[in-house]
């Protein structure tokens, strides 16, 4: 059975930094591009950060940019999202997720996406 499980989510001051972790069991995703979204109360889910299977190239929505890394280790089967100056609109529960297609080019689209963790929620207080 295929899971993507996060961790690392929590309660932060504005400002503050955190780590997610998402580790993926069941398979290898080695070889497939990488995703975190994030889901606000009432809201629709977006893109947050993707990433190429080698790491090499990463993608970013805009109001993170230079504020969050996505980063993966593939001997660990696993994804992070290090979140620096956050900001209480970063409010969400956050989703890992893995893109179908071996060695394809990382979306922001959650539909291109095929394999999704629980979610963990991430609050950060004014």
């Known amino acids: 059975q295929v899971r993507l499980v996060e961790s690392g989510g929590g309660l932060v001051q504005a400002g503050g930094s955190m780590r997610l972790s998402c580790a993926a069991s069941g398979r290898t995703f080695s070889t497939y591009p990488r995703g975190w979204f994030r889901q606000a109360p009432g809201k629709e889910r977006e893109f947050v950060a993707s990433?190429?299977?080698?790491?090499?190239?990463?993608y970013y929505t805009d109001s993170v940019k230079g504020r969050f890394t996505i980063s993966r280790d593939n001997a660990k089967n696993t994804v992070y999202l290090q979140m620096n100056s956050l900001k209480p609109e970063d409010t969400a529960v956050y989703f890992c997720?893995?893109?179908?297609?071996?060695?394809?080019?990382?979306?922001?689209?959650?539909?291109?996406?095929?394999?999704w963790g629980q979610g963990t929620q991430v609050t950060v207080s004014s």
């Open positions: 997720a893995a893109k179908g297609g071996s060695f394809s080019i990382p979306t922001p689209r959650a539909l291109d996406y095929d394999y």
């Open positions: 990433i190429s299977w080698s790491g090499g190239s990463t």
